[in-house]
C-alpha cells in the first residue's frame, strides 16, 4: 500500500498537491554480490496518482482549469543494490537504485473555471501532452527474516517532468509506502 502524489510548479511556483492511495505488485530477486551487499532487480506495477489545486493557467490539462485528479497504471524496472545491515538470517537492510517507469494508462478528472468538468483518458504522447517514460530514484528500509518474510518502507522521487508543453508544468511524481512480502525459495540458514 503506498500514497502517490507529485511536485507539481508552474513558471517554479509550487501547486498544492493531495496524496491518493494505491497499491504496488511485483517480483524482485536477491542475486549476492559482494560480502553483505546484493543486486536486486525488482519489476511491478504500481496505481499510482495524485490532486492538484491550481492558482495559474497550467496546460496540461487545459488553461481553464481549476485543478486536476489523476489516476494513472505503471510498470516500474527498478534495478536496486541492497546492503544487509548484518549477515545473521534475519536483519535490517538498505536497498536503493534508479527506477524506470513505463505508464500504460491514466485518467483525468478537472473543473474548468467556467463550471464544466472534464473526465477523460490523459493523453500520452513523446512530444505533447503527458510523457510516458520516466525515471526516478527509490530508497528502501526493510526487515528480512529467516523464514523469507521481508518488510520495507520505501520512498520514490521521480527526477523528470511527465509533462511534455515546452511552458508547461514540471510534473514529477512521487510515492511512499510500506511493502510486504515473502520470498518464494529461500536458502538462508
Known amino acids: 500500500m503506498h500514497g502517490s502524489s507529485a511536485l507539481y510548479t508552474i513558471k517554479?511556483?509550487?501547486?498544492?498537491?493531495?496524496?491518493?492511495?494505491?497499491?504496488?505488485?511485483?517480483?524482485?530477486?536477491?542475486?549476492?554480490?559482494?560480502?553483505?551487499?546484493?543486486f536486486v532487480p525488482a519489476l511491478s506495477y504500481s496505481m499510482m496518482g495524485y490532486k492538484v489545486t491550481f492558482n495559474q493557467p497550467s496546460y496540461p490539462p487545459d488553461l481553464l482549469a481549476k485543478d486536476n485528479d489523476t489516476r494513472m497504471h505503471e510498470i516500474d524496472v527498478d534495478p536496486l543494490l541492497q546492503y544487509d545491515i548484518t549477515k545473521t538470517p534475519d536483519h535490517f537492510f538498505l536497498r536503493a537504485g534508479p527506477s524506470f517507469n513505463f505508464i500504460l494508462s491514466g485518467k483525468e478528472k478537472f473543473n474548468l473555471s467556467t463550471g464544466e468538468t472534464v473526465d477523460r483518458n490523459m493523453k500520452f504522447s513523446v512530444t505533447s501532452g503527458y510523457g510516458r517514460y520516466l525515471a526516478g530514484i527509490v530508497a528502501q528500509v526493510g526487515f528480512e527474516t529467516s523464514h523469507g518474510f521481508t518488510i520495507y518502507a520505501q520512498y520514490m522521487?521521480?527526477?523528470?517532468?511527465?509533462?511534455?508543453?515546452i511552458d508547461g508544468p514540471s510534473i514529477r511524481n512521487r510515492m511512499v509506502g510500506i511493502t510486504f512480502g515473502k520470498f518464494l525459495y529461500s536458502t538462508k540458514k
Open 12 to 38: 517554479n511556483v509550487k501547486q498544492p498537491t493531495d496524496f491518493k492511495f494505491g497499491f504496488q505488485l511485483g517480483v524482485n530477486y536477491k542475486i549476492p554480490f559482494e560480502n553483505r551487499l546484493t
Open 157 to 165: 522521487q521521480q527526477l523528470m517532468s511527465m509533462n511534455n508543453e
